[in-house]
């Protein structure tokens, strides 16, 4: 309120200044123009509690409406309405949805204030990897006299192959790093998970804003890999989005299925083996999830084994990132994808609460 007064009185002195001058016959605009860029860095500077204080004023109006509305429901249904006794002092109280989000989003900001902190290491370690497979296979090789042995017929450059597998690399690395590796740490001897298990959240979105935060840097990382491979390969890759929006689709469900694999390896996981897990777990499903090839070669070359990748998740992960940015090579039909990256997502986030909730109450 106070912030929204002060405003208005700042705007309010800036027609009095225009008025004032206008009296004394110095032209109007340029007072105006002379007055606009403070009042503008004054509001800028002014914007992110404006904001918040919005926000805030919204979710208490939300709660309020949402409590009128039970409470006329109570009496139309003929159910006796809670009230305070006269005597008692009256108690602010915010409501339940508000508290949540302010929670919510409380993690969410203070995860994001220590990734800021460590951006250039999170920039390394989502970044070298695509990198050097790009560097290797689409610069080194195709500049050898021997040209690039693991490049496809049909006119199809290996870098137009890789580029979506690399992405959801980016995508599987990200996600099971941001989770499993941070949940280590707090359910070890220190017990840290404590801490954030206080906030006025439920277990279960404790557990989620790990898997949204998680998502938000997959979607960060396979971002990143698009960049790389227009300007590193010696032959330019052919990428076409042809629907923005399936795009995002895709990018979300495979963000939010590797967060929630990342929630099943740290809260299920013995933390002193969570580098085992990545070399017996990660990495070959990582080799046999349709990152170097598409899964349409193997269907027709290696059928049985086109059936067995069936159940690796990293599959659908490529195979949805491939129709979306390069869809002139084969690919799996858009309906298996979309299903079985909602079959993934839900399943491994079921088990992952699961674990997460054991370890927490244990």
């Not at 403070?38 to 926000?55: E, V």
């Not at 790990?210 to 390969?233: E, G, R, T």
């Not at 598409?294 to 990748?309: E, F, M, N, T």
């Amino acid at each position: 309120m106070n912030s929204a007064s002060n405003r208005n009185a700042a705007l309010r002195n800036l027609i009095d200044r225009i008025l004032g001058h206008r009296s004394s016959g110095d032209p109007s605009p340029v007072i105006f123009l002379k007055a606009f860029p403070g009042l503008f860095l004054h509001n800028l500077k002014a914007f992110p509690g404006l904001f918040l204080g919005d926000l805030e004023v919204l979710m208490n109006d939300l709660g309020h409406r949402s409590s009128g509305n039970s409470n006329s429901r109570n009496r139309s249904s003929g159910n006796p309405v809670p009230s305070t006794p006269a005597s008692s002092n009256p108690v602010p109280s915010t409501p339940a949805s508000g508290i949540f989000l302010k929670a919510f989003l409380g993690l969410l900001l203070r995860d994001l204030r220590v990734l800021t902190r460590e951006f250039l290491p999170f920039l390394l370690r989502v970044g070298m990897q695509p990198l050097l497979f790009l560097f290797v296979f689409t610069f080194i090789l195709p500049r050898m006299a021997s040209g690039n042995p693991m490049a496809t017929g049909g006119g199809v450059d290996f870098g137009t192959i890789l580029l979506p597998g690399l992405m959801a690399v980016a995508i599987m690395f990200s996600g099971i790093a941001a989770v499993a590796l941070p949940l280590s740490s707090e359910f070890g001897i220190t017990r840290e998970i404590d801490d954030r298990v206080m906030c006025p959240l439920p277990l279960w979105a404790v557990a989620l804003e790990k898997v949204c935060f998680s998502a938000m840097q997959s979607i960060v990382a396979a971002l990143l890999v698009i960049p790389m491979a227009y300007y590193i390969p010696a032959v330019p890759v052919r990428a076409h989005v042809a629907n923005w929006f399936v795009l995002a689709l895709v990018l979300v469900l495979a963000s939010l299925l590797a967060g929630s694999l990342g929630l099943v390896i740290g809260s299920t996981v013995n933390p002193k083996q969570i580098g085992l897990v990545f070399s017996i777990l990660v990495v070959p499903i990582t080799f046999l999830g349709c990152v170097y090839y598409p899964w349409a070669g193997l269907v027709k070359h290696i059928p049985w084994l086109s059936v067995a990748v069936l159940f690796n998740p990293i599959v659908y992960m490529s195979e949805g990132l491939r129709a979306s940015v390069t869809p002139s090579i084969e690919h799996m039909p858009w309906w298996a994808i979309l299903v079985a990256l909602v079959f993934f997502t839900a399943a491994l986030g079921r088990w992952g609460l699961r674990g997460f909730l054991g370890r927490v109450q244990s």
